[in-house]
């Protein structure tokens, strides 16, 4: 099945730095959704997009939809070890199913 | 609300089983996804289903099955383990209703072993 492009595959940040993540797609999508994943745990929804150009924040995330609405942005400002973890990006077509990205996994240095 | 629930959460087979795994999507979502996540090849799409019958399915051989119940719970079912097999199965759930952009919860996930 298809694949998000995600980047960068891993990051590893001091306490206090800005994270900066992104998605593309060769396909539109109508709906991005942004997920953070521990360890055998199941992922969890950070914050979810439905419009081109939107920009939407969840405490110190920012993600946006991309106008071309082939590609999604996440930001993490200030960045806490307990940011450690690995973060999906997913998208939709309506009615259709979701498809992933590959992940970033973030480590953070105190 | 209470969110996806999943059970077993650990389970240990041996080759040539089969197995069952459980979902109880959150109150209201009509819609079951099925996800198979390894190391290697990252989350991958098994199936969905939507009103008791498979929407859409992934590229799974005939092994990897499933069944969605009139309350919107969901089983899948594995037969004839094999070694490759072992993963986090994730169950996710959406609203889903026509035409209607929503969002999609996951579960905690059951840790598949085969020996």
């Known amino acids: 099945g298809q694949q998000l492009n995600q980047s960068p595959q891993s990051m590893f940040i001091q306490e206090g730095e800005d994270v900066s993540m992104n998605c593309t797609s060769s396909?539109?999508?109508?709906?991005w959704l942004w997920y953070k994943q521990d360890p055998g745990e199941g992922p969890v929804l950070l914050i979810a997009?439905?419009?081109?150009?939107e920009l939407t924040s969840n405490g110190r995330l920012t993600a946006q939809f991309g106008i071309t609405r082939k590609d999604s942005f996440l930001n993490i400002s200030a960045s806490i070890p307990s940011d450690v973890g690995i973060y999906f990006c997913?998208?939709?077509?309506?009615?259709?199913?979701?498809?992933f990205g590959t992940g970033t996994s973030l480590t953070v240095i105190p | 609300k209470a969110g996806v629930t999943q059970t077993p959460r650990y389970l240990i087979k041996t080759r040539g089983q089969q197995v069952t795994l459980s979902c109880s999507p959150i109150?209201?979502?009509?819609?079951v996804s099925w996800y198979q996540q390894t190391p290697g090849q990252g989350l991958q799409f098994l199936f969905e289903?939507?009103?008791?019958?498979?929407?859409n399915k992934g590229n799974f051989p005939g092994r990897f099955s499933g069944r969605q119940f009139s309350n919107s719970r969901s089983e899948m079912n594995v037969s004839t383990l094999e070694l490759g097999d072992s993963a986090l199965y994730l169950c996710?759930?959406?609203?889903?209703?026509?035409?209607?952009?929503?969002?999609?919860?996951f579960g905690p996930g059951t840790r598949l072993t085969v020996l």
């Open positions: 996710a759930s959406r609203r889903r209703g026509g035409g209607v952009v929503d969002t999609q919860y």
């Open positions: 396909s539109i999508f109508n709906t």
């Open positions: 997009l439905y419009k081109a150009g």
């Open positions: 997913a998208g939709q077509f309506i009615g259709n199913q979701f498809y």
């Open positions: 109150s209201g979502h009509r819609s």
């Open positions: 289903y939507f009103s008791e019958t498979q929407r």
